[in-house]
């Protein structure tokens, strides 16, 4: 799903009550007869990601941007009209999360809000999936990720990517599914205030999520909607015009410019997109902690840095600092090559792909980043480098700096892991297989890597969509009161 919003992987579960209750795939109204949907059989359904960047100020300047993608879904189907949502779409956490119309803060006041009573379609349930009688209490969940958390309650309700006020060829052409979904009745102020999306569709795999019925992704492949059970990502900083976008049962292949190279997932029982990392270097010359096998990698499209093993980020940005000179966008300074190399593709990220884009001016606060960490949450932070001088023995005045956050994990995840987000994914279109278990990568025909044209855009800061742990609250530990979902 960083310093301010960064990622919202999951990276524990703990919950009470589990389990639960199949029902039928499918909405009560799909495309009828008279609107086939206009894609070949085995295409894609396209969703456009939308890039929001919001600005951060340190000192009264603004020194970086957090970033996310988002796209539109509708929920609900019946004699009402769906209720349309902008949800990040998340690899990194297991769940579609959406604000209540019950949840009065001011996270959730800012932005759209699902009201179960509008939608003929919804029936409140519990975490084991059985339905909750009216007048009665619901159970409750609190997922933490890695910047905020949420506390919710539980629908099951038909779920269609694409915007139904777009109506035409595009609705005709919906994917819609049954689901069980998790509705807010408290989200933290940060990050969810500042951004313009209302929620988040989950697609880390199955075991993120409370049960299969959770995972929307799933119940996408138990019908015959899907051309292939697989996730295509493009991902783009909007050069020219350039859109992102979610490829939904296949992938893209006019996003591509090479074949892809496919690397099997590592211990899909833990839910994560994860990679082992055979080795990492920077400038050529690999680093040490990682020549014993133990590093891997997540694919995260709600992470906007790179996340590097602590303690190991600070020797890394190190490495990667420079003089920025006279420089006005640090994409443009000559720096070292990195090179993440994984099972069948040696991935690697230039300055442009991984600099912050400002330059940061020496005595500027750029906040503290307390990383991903579980269950200590020890801060560490990735710092300017004391050491950086000029070749004249005097201190650096202005920094080029790496998108770069440290990540804390104990094993099974842990210790030596790294979050793959926005810089690989800007450079590389990846397809996730749901069922084959394996990522694909290829560089993309994005405007960045066609042309190698430089953006104008300010310094990205990190965004941490990285879903940490998850607790269900049972009814029955719950004060007495009239349930907020209870069917009318």
């Keep these: 799903m960083a310093s301010s919003f960064a990622c919202f992987t999951c990276i524990g579960l703990l ?7 199949p029902w039928p795939f499918g909405g009560s109204e799909l495309p009828k007869e008279s609107e086939k949907p206009l894609r070949a059989a085995g295409e894609p359904y396209l969703v456009e990601l939308r890039r929001e960047s919001v600005p951060v100020r340190r000192q009264g300047e603004i020194v970086s941007h957090k970033t996310s993608y988002s796209g539109v879904l509708s929920v609900g189907v019946g004699e ?4 349309e949502f902008r949800v990040v779409f998340d690899t990194g956490s297991g769940h579609v999360v959406l604000p209540s119309q019950e949840c009065h803060s001011e996270s959730c006041l800012v932005h759209r809000r699902y009201d179960m009573n509008a939608s003929s379609s919804a029936t409140a349930i519990n ?45 005709r052409d919906r994917m819609c599914v049954e689901t069980n979904i998790v509705t807010a009745v408290e989200m933290s102020t940060t990050p969810f205030k500042n951004f313009g999306f209302d929620g988040i569709m989950g697609l880390g795999l199955q075991v993120l999520a409370l049960s299969p019925e959770f995972s929307i992704f799933n119940m996408l492949t138990k019908g015959d909607q899907l051309g292939a059970p697989h996730f295509g990502v493009f991902l783009t900083d909007g050069e020219n015009g350039e859109t992102s976008e979610i490829a939904i049962g296949g992938h893209n ?5 090479e074949t892809l190279s496919w690397s099997p997932v590592a211990k899909p029982e833990l839910g994560y997109w994860l990679v082992d990392i055979t080795a990492f270097r920077i400038d050529g010359v690999e680093m040490d902690f990682c020549k014993d096998g133990s590093c891997r990698g997540v694919m995260d499209t709600g992470t906007s840095h790179l996340g590097v093993p602590a303690p190991h980020d600070k020797a890394v940005a190190e490495l990667l600092t420079r003089d920025a000179g006279d420089l006005s966008d640090c994409r443009e300074v000559h720096a070292p090559v990195v090179e993440i190399e994984i099972k069948g593709l040696n991935i690697t990220l230039d300055p442009e792909n991984y600099m912050r884009t400002i330059p940061l001016k020496h005595g500027v606060s750029v906040g503290s980043s307390k990383g991903v960490t579980l269950p200590s949450h020890v801060s560490t932070t990735t710092t300017l480098p004391p050491s950086l001088v000029r070749a004249d023995g005097k201190q650096v005045e202005r920094y080029c700096r790496p998108r770069l956050m440290p990540v804390n994990l104990p094993a099974p995840v842990g210790p030596h892991l790294f979050i793959l987000g926005e810089p690989v994914l800007q450079r590389y279109y990846t397809v996730f297989d749901w069922k084959g278990l394996k990522i694909g990568m290829g560089q993309s025909t994005s405007v960045q890597n066609m042309k190698r044209k430089k953006s104008t855009s300010s310094q990205v800061d990190e965004v941490i969509m990285f879903q940490v742990r998850i607790t269900v609250r049972p009814c029955a530990s719950r004060p007495s009161k009239p349930s907020r979902l209870a069917l009318p």
Excluded: N, Y
């Excluded at 009402?80 to 209720?83: E, G, K, M, V």
């Excluded at 909750?132 to 269609?160: H, M, N, Y």
């Design 127 to 171: 975490a084991d999936g059985s339905t909750v009688p009216a007048g009665e209490l619901c159970d409750q969940v609190k997922i933490g990720f890695g910047t905020g958390s949420v506390t919710g309650e539980f629908v099951r309700d038909t779920v269609c990517l694409g915007s139904a006020s777009a109506g035409g060829a595009q609705w």
């Design 15 to 21: 919950f009470f009550p589990s389990g639960a209750l």
């Design 80 to 83: 009402q009209p769906p209720q």
């Design 253 to 257: 292949p006019t996003r591509l410019q």
